[in-house]
T-cell receptor, first 113, second 110 residues
Framework: DTAVSQTPKYLVTQMGNDKSIKCEQN?????MYWYKQDSKKFLKIMFS???????INETVPNRFSPKSPDKAHLNLHINSLELGDSAVYFC????????????FGPGTRLTVL | QKEVEQNSGPLSVPEGAIASLNCTYS??????FFWYRQYSGKSPELIMF????GDKEDGRFTAQLNKASQYVSLLIRDSQPSDSATYLC??????????FGSGTQLTVLP
């Protein structure tokens, strides 16, 4: 069984569209994260949720809205997509907050045309 | 100043050699230190974590931490071509948030 899963794996869309990425973890972890990895491979945290509560909200355009229906799921909705949103988005989870090992999902490669 | 700095490389070593990867961090309150490996097109996977000053060994991998110098390193002994990947240093600072370095690309030449 996959520990942290994401769907879709690839997402190609036009500028201005709205899209969602879903993430699920079956590790029983309390904390989940969204990261963005740009073309230079720099991995930057976007959001962190602990037991459905938003903990970290880095400087991210408000077009990005996370939603955690329960502690095993963390979805990312993006409105009005822009060219600069093209990147790989990784979901991750950890048992507790940032002091614990984070386990990453396979990533979603988003391409905005 | 970047919070977590790594030499971006690329770093090339011959097969069987020791690869040395270095990382410095700025937050003196940092408590946890992680090394992740990322193959091209894949997600980061944990290699090692270290919390205390000194060395921690796991197979061919050794993590070294020096909190006074704010320095953490990863040594890979008997490097193999399968070790060719980008290695990411990650530090959990006083804000209990993981900050990643930009990664060092390692190539092990057969």
């Amino acid at each position: 069984d996959t520990a942290v899963s994401q769907t879709p794996k690839y997402l190609v869309t036009q500028m201005g569209n709205d899209k969602s990425i879903k993430c699920e973890q079956n590790l029983g972890h309390d904390t989940m994260y969204w990261y963005k990895q740009d073309s230079k491979k720099f991995l930057k945290i976007m959001f962190s949720y602990n037991n459905k509560e938003l903990i970290i909200n880095e400087t991210v355009p408000n077009r990005f809205s996370p939603k955690s229906p329960d502690k095993a799921h963390l979805n990312l909705h993006i409105n009005s997509l822009e060219l600069g949103d093209s990147a790989v988005y990784f979901c991750a989870s950890s048992r507790r907050g940032g002091v614990d090992t984070q386990y990453f999902g396979p990533g979603t490669r988003l391409t905005v045309l | 100043q970047k919070e977590v700095e790594q030499n971006s490389g690329p770093l090339s070593v011959p097969e069987g050699a020791i690869a040395s990867l270095n990382c410095t961090y700025s937050d003196r309150g940092s408590q946890s230190f992680f090394w992740y490996r990322q193959y091209s097109g894949k997600s980061p996977e944990l290699i090692m974590f270290i919390y205390s000053n000194g060395d921690k060994e796991d197979g061919r991998f050794t993590a070294q931490l020096n909190k006074a110098s704010q320095y953490v390193s990863l040594l890979i002994r008997d490097s193999q071509p399968s070790d060719s990947a980008t290695y990411l240093c990650a530090v959990s600072g006083s804000a209990r948030q993981l900050t990643f370095g930009s990664g060092t690309q390692l190539t092990v030449l057969p």
